[in-house]
Structures are given as structure tokens and as C-alpha cells.
């Protein structure tokens, strides 16, 4: 368009774009981006990345230090590949507290109970304290999931 000899406001205008982005472009001489700067990848290329998803598919609580000595990758490298280019987030597993079918229908049967009594006005002038003690135990897992 420059070329032709149109004016950089009106080219501005035809394609909806800043100033300083058509003038830097011309001033380069092409829309393509410039090499970039600094040392090339070496460790957290595509073959590794392939490497380290099948080896996480094939076992996801597989420890990220025996990777790194197995690969000879470094823990941050192994780190970069893991959450930025395969988007997995280590975490532990929690075990929950199960209700057996009896306790199911314990509390059903109690809710409804309570229910029952609050349709009365007599509801508001109870007190509930809750004063039961009950620890939740959680079995250590010192391995990660994926």
C-alpha cells in the first residue's frame, strides 16, 4: 500500500491498527517476526516432551526426581515440561469419609425428622450447639498424581 503511495494515516485507517504499529513495520520492511534472542532449547524439546507424557501416562504417581536421573534432565526442566507444555499439576490424593447405607438412612431419616419440626413456630426457640468431637485421619501418601 505504501508502495503505491498511500499516506500511513490512511493506511491506518484501512486496516484498523495503531500508528507506531504500521510505521515500526514499514521501518522493518516485513511483517514477519525477528529472530529471537538468547540460547536455543536444548533439553525441553518435542522428542523429550513425547518421552516424559508417555511415561506419565503409563504411570502417573511416577516420582519427578527418578524421571530427571532416568532422563538426565534437571528438576526444573522436567518441571517446565510437566506444567507449562503438558498442562499437568501434581496433587495428593485424600481419602474421603464414606457413609455405609445404614448411616445414609439414618441421616435421611433424621432430616426429615427436623424438617418436620420446623414448620412450627416452635423451631426458633431451640438451641443447636454442636459439640460432637470426631477426627478425620488421613493416610500419608507421599506420592504424587497426575
Same mark, same amino acid.
Request: proline share 3%.
Given at each position: 500500500m505504501r508502495r503505491r503511495g498511500t499516506a500511513l494515516s490512511e493506511i491506518c485507517r484501512r486496516l484498523k491498527v495503531n500508528r507506531k504499529l504500521v510505521y515500526w513495520t514499514l521501518k522493518r520492511g516485513t511483517t514477519d517476526d525477528l529472530p529471537r534472542t538468547g540460547r536455543p532449547v536444548t533439553v525441553t524439546t518435542a522428542r523429550v516432551k513425547k518421552i516424559v507424557k508417555k #511415561?506419565?501416562? #503409563?504411570?502417573?504417581?511416577?516420582?519427578? #526426581?527418578? %524421571?530427571?536421573t532416568e532422563l538426565g534432565v534437571s528438576q526444573?526442566?522436567?518441571? #517446565? %515440561?510437566?506444567?507449562?507444555?503438558l498442562g499437568m499439576r501434581a496433587y495428593k490424593l485424600l481419602k474421603l469419609?464414606?457413609?455405609?447405607?445404614?448411616?445414609r438412612a439414618v441421616r435421611v431419616k433424621k432430616c426429615?425428622?427436623?424438617?418436620?419440626?420446623?414448620?412450627?413456630?416452635?423451631?426458633m426457640r431451640?438451641?443447636?450447639?454442636?459439640?460432637?468431637?470426631?477426627? %478425620?485421619?488421613?493416610?500419608?501418601?507421599?506420592q504424587n498424581d497426575r
Amino acid at each position: 500500500m505504501r508502495r503505491r503511495g498511500t499516506a500511513l494515516s490512511e493506511i491506518c485507517r484501512r486496516l484498523k491498527v495503531n500508528r507506531k504499529l504500521v510505521y515500526w513495520t514499514l521501518k522493518r520492511g516485513t511483517t514477519d517476526d525477528l529472530p529471537r534472542t538468547g540460547r536455543p532449547v536444548t533439553v525441553t524439546t518435542a522428542r523429550v516432551k513425547k518421552i516424559v507424557k508417555k #511415561r506419565l501416562e #503409563r504411570n502417573p504417581c511416577r516420582s519427578m #526426581r527418578k %524421571i530427571t536421573t532416568e532422563l538426565g534432565v534437571s528438576q526444573k526442566s522436567l518441571h #517446565r %515440561i510437566v506444567e507449562d507444555k503438558l498442562g499437568m499439576r501434581a496433587y495428593k490424593l485424600l481419602k474421603l469419609h464414606g457413609l455405609s447405607e445404614n448411616q445414609r438412612a439414618v441421616r435421611v431419616k433424621k432430616c426429615r425428622a427436623l424438617l418436620e419440626r420446623a414448620v412450627g413456630d416452635g423451631y426458633m426457640r431451640r438451641l443447636f450447639t454442636d459439640e460432637k468431637l470426631f477426627t %478425620i485421619e488421613q493416610v500419608y501418601n507421599p506420592q504424587n498424581d497426575r
